[in-house]
């Protein structure tokens, strides 16, 4: 069964380091998104993207992010400037249609010391 | 934006118990699904519900769209259904995810 797939599984930087995180939709997906998950709260929304442009974002995508499909396979997670508040688990998510299934990727830990 | 609630915030059942969680939103949506995340971190689709009822093995769903609620229901629990249970609702592109129940099934 198709999945989707992100990498690292974990990483590990230095506040105010760049850190770029890769997803890998399912192929034929149209839809993309991104979470992140703080260590033992809830899943919040960070960003879709559909047809090669951000489709939403929620007020916690400020300019020290960023996303971009670089190629016909990857989804990419920029986060410029790390802080320390950025520590958490980050999701990718595809699906195929406006409406349907969303599929999470298994996320990159990240920790920002 | 939109509140989504989810309740109970905890529950521990002992295996082989019935379950009913529940996820109540604040404003119409056009997408609704259960997730089951495990102790590993993983999100595992259980449901996509906007509305209507759907059943997956001992595993159920009913969405009232127009009242603004939704329910998962576990029968007969096992150990492995341990974890945390969200529900998640999009408006549009935009997705909201409750603050979760999380469940521990004993032995």
């Known amino acids: 069964e198709p999945e989707v797939t992100q990498t690292p599984s974990h990483q590990v930087t230095q506040m105010g380091q760049e850190v770029i995180l890769r997803c890998v939709p399912i192929?034929?997906?149209?839809?993309f998104y991104w979470y992140r998950q703080i260590l033992g709260q809830k899943v919040e929304f960070l960003v879709s993207?559909?047809?090669?442009?951000?489709?939403?974002k929620s007020e916690i995508f400020d300019d020290q992010f960023s996303v971009e499909r670089p190629d016909g396979s990857n989804f990419t997670l920029k986060i410029r400037s790390t802080k320390l508040e950025d520590s958490a688990m980050y999701f990718c998510?595809?699906?195929?249609?406006?409406?349907?299934?969303?599929?999470f990727g298994p996320g990159t830990r990240l920790l920002v010391l | 934006g939109i509140q989504v609630e989810q309740s109970p915030p905890d529950l521990i059942l002992q295996e082989g118990a019935n379950s009913t969680l529940r996820c109540n939103f604040s404003?119409?949506?056009?997408?609704l699904q259960w997730f089951h995340q495990n102790p590993w971190g993983q999100l595992i689709n259980l449901f996509y519900?906007?509305?209507g009822t759907k059943q997956n093995g001992r595993l159920s769903a009913t969405t009232v769209a127009t009242e603004r609620y939704s329910l998962l229901y576990i029968s007969s629990s096992q150990t492995t259904d341990s974890g945390v249970y969200f529900c998640?609702?999009?408006?549009?592109?935009?997705?909201?995810f409750g603050t979760g129940t999380s469940l521990t099934v004993i032995p």
């Open positions: 998510a595809s699906r195929v249609v406006g409406l349907g299934t969303q599929y």
């Open positions: 192929s034929n997906h149209l839809y």
């Open positions: 993207f559909y047809n090669n442009e951000i489709s939403e």
């Open positions: 404003d119409s949506v056009n997408n």
């Open positions: 519900i906007p509305s």
């Open positions: 998640a609702v999009g408006i549009g592109n935009q997705f909201y």
